[in-house]
């Protein structure tokens, strides 16, 4: 390390191709490094958030790898792959426009860019409104986040899932079993979580009626979906069927973040298309188009692992 | 600058950042880093202010075995109880959230940053000013739930959206979902505010420091405080954001019932923790990398000489910043955790310790042949080394995982975290508040009240926390609001300790408070300093540099010499030719 | 302060930093605390030492030529990097070692079941009793199996260097050997709300035989059979819906005059004697009764026969149809009453 002072001034006076331009901050030289201060800030930001969305997955992660069968069953009885699929190419093509509207702004095509601008926000549009569709299909069969979901276990009105069975000394009506019963706790193995049977906080209390075996159909009858289903959740294991309720968890709070920075990109890119209708924008400055851009990426990008995970299970 | 130019800032019209232009709009709507520093100085000193006072009230009420302020009655006892969660959750929250995690960042970090870097502001200025707004409201949600719940357990004053929060700073689950008091919501919200002000602000930090550092300031040219606040700022990037969802999760859990860390609805508790501690282990270094880049600038500054060993200290602050992200399984020891993941997270807590000791030593290595001046910023940096001896080393018990089982939880781990955050963290707040004090106000503080007041308060910090490490090895739990009546002793004199400190912290405030009112006219260079804050006028200008600074070794103390007629330093005049070869290695000789 | 020094003079506050050592993992725990804590001792020594010495050495005076010095030096940086590395590896290795003893139960351990709930714990035995004291034998392997009722608690014996978290939802499991007779504490670690200052207990270690001696009182088994039956008529759940003042509680029908009265069920009539008794209550629901759900849960492990029949004896006594001999009731069971 060089002990003698250099002759190098902190920062020059001098005045580039971006003298007196009234987008140049005073504590920046020149407008180069303004724009790379920006972009490098705003990559910052998107690196929170993906962090941020990366608690999610970690917790959708820890869930999904401890309780398998139970994210398969939900995710196939509840979840529309259609819809998925049309999202994520809404998604992208927006992704597409967006990126093809700030290349516009950087050649001086106003035009262009404000018919990107103006797809773009169709497409999120178009996003919101199949997410609506899929939500209100949600709220219809009753699949809701927490306490509106029919297999939460804080909900009174409940499916009647019966509570975990006891050991085979049973009669064929399930009752619950007292708090203070010393019997043998099942011991679930995958996930060294054990299900206490000793919780009372069951659908289910002493002045409910009890839920009794399905009722027998006529054997040529054909199942209904709605059967279908609730029988595919009968073959899931005891401590599974409880734990129904985590994927809608994971579902509403990945997908509601997401919306949720979806709208929030719509309001930006309609602030960029308003002061692109104002002139504000050259190819000399065009850094908030820029910026919005990437965070649209962004949103784009989540979606687009959001997907697999959520849609696509097998 | 010349001496003329030195001289002539005993005119009494001087234009600077604090004088150049007035009322309260040029205060509200600044954009300049400076006053935006002093603007978080405000409210984060009443921050410390209110949580200092609840631990002073805390540690009253912990004189006897069974809260003897209030009547002893069945009624009263549960009053008196709820009182007390609610003052040490208002303490540790109000003190980690709102005072420590900003305090040296937001206000010296925000004054100091770009000044190191002969800069006329940081990167982002609006981004800046919204970071402080952020914060303040914040705060203020904070604020109220929390004193709301402390005027309804005390007094019976019912505060609209008064709900209180009683879980303790961590907001452990399931209590702070399903038994916790209703203002858990709202104060975790505020929570999560305050967190966006600390990750635009690191934002803020970093890409300042990528791009506007001048030509000729190569990264290893910097101050070691910039190194120290990068290396934050990636923390505060990182893991605060993790922290936003865990938060926001813990909101959905209480609000919505989605299950995902209560167990009865199929959810794991611990699961919060790793969440939470993924956050909170990260923000303890959040909270000390700035003191310790304070430290570094403080001793070589005050002792006249070149930091010893600038790329250990430069780069274990990085590594620092690393190695935090891997260790937060140690706050879950003993919570259930498997017996291997305890043990890999115990090696890795270990590594952890090896760039504090490395800068310790390199510190005692820039003490060596220097020329100690016993400011009172050096008194407060001598003990900040002493006492982060002794919170780092009490570590390693805590790291140590057959030692561990026994003291967690108990007031040991009280006592360690406690010499770390203030006997570490606040004396190097206080330790830069010193030092950088002339250059901000332009005015000079009493040294002998100083001095006293950093004495004092390393005796009442020894006497309030050293004996809770004794009570902690013997069994204390913590968190308790009443105890066994075998423990009174130490808590007495952990009491009167925390009465020692808090005299001590008024002098600290009076002290600073004489010298903006009455204190002498700063020079430029009060302590001789060789970063780039120096080679302006005290208080700075608004645009700090009247002509450029030019770029140096930020340690070349050498450069200066003592001016008796101004009491301040001024350029060398009779510079010694630069120096080439093995001599290159070693400080240069001088008077002073 | 008295209590204070009683506790200091007779030995059972134990040294300066820890408290008397419990068992034989307390030993091993405080070797390597101490083993550590010397370690600090000499490191806080050096950093002290240099730092008074240097200050003193090179404090400012007026005149004074600062010396020569080195602004780094690579071999020593890598010294003092070096070496504290591989003494924290050493330590993290004892600590290792001492963890896995205290973590890993011996498999023929004495189990007690403990369940935290705010702001108390409970103990249940092997032998199916429940207690709020927890006693344990000397020089015998316990190991605690730890669950939550509602929110996490803590479960630390200071003396004994062990501690957990009591999680709900989940089972945690510590284990202990006590080497000395006595009383010591349990505290509760973890914040768990109002009382949690007050979430204490005691661990008494007794000699084997005292241990089996005071277990065997344990669930009343002191009681004669009225009174035994009346206790587990509270503890075992029957409180719940029987009723033994005659009240109708809608859930089942009440004890109160039950015994030698006729019963209507859905598959006849049958007369409430010892026998149905019997049958009714060690296989619930097999005579459902009109105008009650059949709710009743199963109560095989809940009660043994001398249960069954202690139940029985206080069900007869508080029914107007007996009239026995003697004051004192008896069942069909015999027993030794202790």
């Known amino acids: 390390m060089s002990t003698a002072s250099t002759e190098v001034s902190a920062h020059s006076h001098a005045h580039g191709p971006g003298h007196h331009d009234p987008h140049l901050a005073h504590h920046f030289d020149t407008p180069e490094q303004q724009f790379t201060s920006a972009k490098l800030g705003m990559w910052i930001f998107l690196g929170t958030e993906i962090l941020m969305f990366g608690g999610l997955f970690c917790a959708y992660s820890i869930y999904r790898h401890n309780h398998p069968l139970v994210f398969k069953f939900a995710a196939e009885a509840y979840l529309s792959t259609k819809w998925g699929a049309i999202n994520t190419v809404i998604l992208i093509t927006s992704s597409l426009t967006m990126a093809w509207g700030v290349r516009a702004a950087q050649l001086n095509q106003k035009k262009l860019l404000i018919s990107c601008l103006v797809m773009t926000l169709m497409g999120a549009a178009g996003f919101l409104g199949v997410k609506t569709i899929e939500y209100s299909a949600k709220w219809d069969e009753h699949v809701w986040v927490g306490s509106w979901n029919k297999y939460n276990g804080d909900n009174d009105a409940s499916y009647a899932t019966p509570p975990p069975a006891q050991p085979t000394t049973q009669p064929a009506i399930q009752i619950p079993v007292p708090a203070y019963s010393p019997t043998a706790i099942a011991d679930d193995a995958n996930t060294g979580l054990d299900v206490s049977q000793i919780k009372p906080r069951y659908a289910y209390s002493f002045n409910q009626s009890i839920q009794l075996a399905p009722p027998k159909r006529a054997s040529d009858a054909k199942p209904t979906d709605e059967e279908q289903r609730d029988e595919r959740y009968r073959q899931l294991s005891a401590s599974d069927q409880w734990r129904v309720n985590t994927f809608f968890s994971c579902y509403f709070l990945m997908t509601g973040l997401h919306g949720i920075h979806v709208i929030v990109g719509m309001g930006l890119i309609s602030w960029i298309l308003m002061r692109t209708l104002r002139n504000d924008f050259s190819s000399e400055y065009f850094t908030p188009v820029d910026l919005v851009g990437l965070y649209w990426h962004l949103v784009d990008l989540i979606w687009i692992f959001l997907f697999p995970l959520l849609y696509l299970i097998h | 600058m010349s001496i003329a130019e030195y001289q002539s800032q005993k005119k009494p019209k001087v234009d600077n950042y604090l004088t150049h232009n007035r009322g309260f709009l040029s205060w509200a709507l600044t954009l300049d880093h400076k006053r935006i520093g002093l603007l978080y100085m405000m409210f984060v000193l009443s921050a410390f202010l209110l949580g200092g006072t609840f631990a002073v009230l805390l540690r009253t009420s912990l004189l006897t075995p069974n809260h003897w302020m209030f009547p002893s009655d069945p009624a009263h006892d549960t009053q008196a109880k709820l009182f007390y969660n609610n003052m040490f959750s208002l303490h540790g929250a109000v003190m980690v959230f709102m005072f420590i995690i900003p305090a040296i960042p937001a206000i010296l970090g925000n004054f100091m940053l770009p000044m190191m870097l002969g800069a006329k502001d940081v990167a982002f200025p609006r981004l800046n000013l919204m970071s402080f707004y952020i914060y303040c409201l914040g705060a203020i949600l904070f604020t109220w739930i929390l004193m709301g719940g402390i005027l309804r357990t005390a007094f019976n004053i019912h505060l609209p959206f008064g709900f209180g929060l009683d879980t303790g700073w961590t907001f452990y689950t399931p209590f702070s979902t399903s038994k916790a008091e209703d203002g858990m919501v709202a104060g975790v919200l505020g929570a999560f505010i305050l967190g966006f002000s600390s990750i635009l602000t690191g934002v803020n930090f970093i890409a300042s420091i990528h791009t506007l550092r001048p030509r000729g300031m190569t990264w290893f040219r910097m101050p070691l405080f910039l190194w120290a606040l990068y290396a934050t700022s990636i923390i505060q990037v990182l893991a605060t954001p993790v922290l936003a969802i865990t938060l926001l999760l813990l909101i959905a859990e209480r609000l919505l019932h989605v299950g995902i860390f209560d167990s009865s609805l199929g959810g794991d508790p611990v699961l919060f923790q790793h969440f939470f501690w993924f956050y909170s282990h990260p923000a303890v270094y959040i909270m000390i990398l700035p003191g310790m880049g304070v430290i570094s600038e403080v001793i070589s500054v005050h002792s006249r000489k070149h930091i010893f060993g600038y790329n250990f200290i430069a780069l274990s602050s990085v590594a620092l910043a690393l190695l935090g992200f891997l260790v937060w399984g140690h706050h879950l020891f003993v919570a259930g955790q498997s017996n291997l993941v305890d043990s890999i997270f115990s090696l890795l807590t270990f590594s952890v310790a090896i760039p504090s000791a490395v800068k310790v030593f390199n510190w005692l290595g820039t003490l060596y042949r220097g020329s100690i001046r016993f400011t009172p910023a050096m008194l407060f940096a001598m003990g900040f080394i002493l006492l982060f001896t002794i919170g780092g080393l009490t570590g390693l018990f805590l790291g140590a995982l057959a030692t561990d089982v026994p003291l967690h939880d108990t007031y040991f781990v009280i006592a360690h975290f406690h010499y770390v955050m203030v006997g570490s963290m606040v004396f190097a707040f206080l330790a830069g508040m010193y030092h950088w004090f002339p250059k901000m106000f332009g005015k000079m503080c009493n040294p002998a009240w100083g001095r006293f007041a950093a004495i004092l308060l390393f005796i009442g910090f020894n006497t309030t926390f050293f004996p809770q490490f004794v009570m902690g090895a013997h069994g204390s739990p913590r968190r308790w609001a009443t105890y066994p009546v075998e423990f009174q002793p130490y808590h007495v004199i952990s009491t009167i300790g925390s009465y020692i400190m808090a005299i001590s912290l008024i002098t600290v405030a009076l002290n600073w408070l004489a010298g903006l009112l009455w204190g002498k006219k700063a020079p430029a260079n009060p302590w001789g300093g060789n970063s780039l804050e120096w080679h302006c006028p005290s208080p700075p200008p608004y645009d700090n540099f009247p002509t450029p600074p030019v770029v140096d070794d930020p340690y070349n103390l050498a450069a200066w010499e003592y001016d008796a007629s101004i009491e301040g330093w001024v350029p060398r005049k009779s510079q010694p030719a630069a120096a080439t070869g093995p001599a290159a290695n070693r400080t240069r000789p001088v008077t002073h | ?338």
């Not at chain 3, 109560?299 to 001999?325: F, Q, R, W």
Request: aromatic content about 14%; hydrophobic content about 40%; overall charge negative.
């Open chain 3, 1 to 338: 302060m008295n209590a204070m020094l009683n506790n200091l003079a007779s030995g059972a506050w134990g040294g300066f930093w820890m408290p008397p050592e419990g068992s034989a993992m307390a030993g091993e725990v405080d070797w390597l605390f101490f083993f550590i804590y010397w370690i600090c001792v000499f490191f806080f020594l050096l950093v002290l030492v240099l730092l008074v010495a240097f200050a003193w050495k090179y404090r400012y005076r007026e005149g004074q030529p600062m010396l020569d010095a080195p602004k780094h030096n690579t071999a020593l940086e890598l010294t003092w990097t070096f070496i504290p590395t591989l003494i924290v590896i050493v330590i993290f290795f004892y600590g290792f070692k001492g963890y896995m003893h205290l973590a890993v139960p011996p498999p023929d351990a004495y189990e007690v079941d403990v369940t935290a709930r705010m702001w108390s714990y409970s103990f249940r035995y092997p032998n199916g009793e429940q207690s709020n004291e927890l006693h344990i034998p000397v020089n015998t392997p316990v190991v605690f199996v730890l669950t939550s009722d509602d929110v996490i608690h803590g479960f630390y014996l200071p003396l004994f260097r062990v501690k957990k978290d009591i999680v709900p939802g989940r089972y945690n499991k510590i284990w202990v050997q006590a080497t000395s007779l006595g009383t010591s504490d349990i505290f509760c670690t973890q914040y768990c709300g109002q009382d949690h200052s007050s979430m204490r207990n005691h661990v008494v270690v007794e000699s084997r035989a005292d241990f089996v001696e005071w277990l065997g009182k344990l669930g009343g088994g002191g009681l004669p059979p009225v009174q035994r039956g009346k206790y587990l008529w509270e503890t075992r759940g029957c409180q719940q819906c029987h009723s033994t003042d005659g009240a109708a509680t809608g859930k089942a029908p009440t004890w109160k005059d039950l015994f030698m009265s006729p019963v209507q069920t859905m598959d006849g009539m049958h007369m409430a004697d010892e026998d149905y008794l019997h049958e009714v209550i060690t296989h619930p629901n097999i005579h459902p009764i009109a105008g009650f759900q059949p709710i009743m849960p199963p109560t095989e492990g809940l009660l043994n026969e001398k249960d069954v029949g202690d139940i029985i004896a206080y069900i007869k006594s508080i029914s107007k149809n007996y009239h026995p001999a003697l004051p004192a009731a008896t069942g069909p069971t015999t027993g030794p009453s202790k």
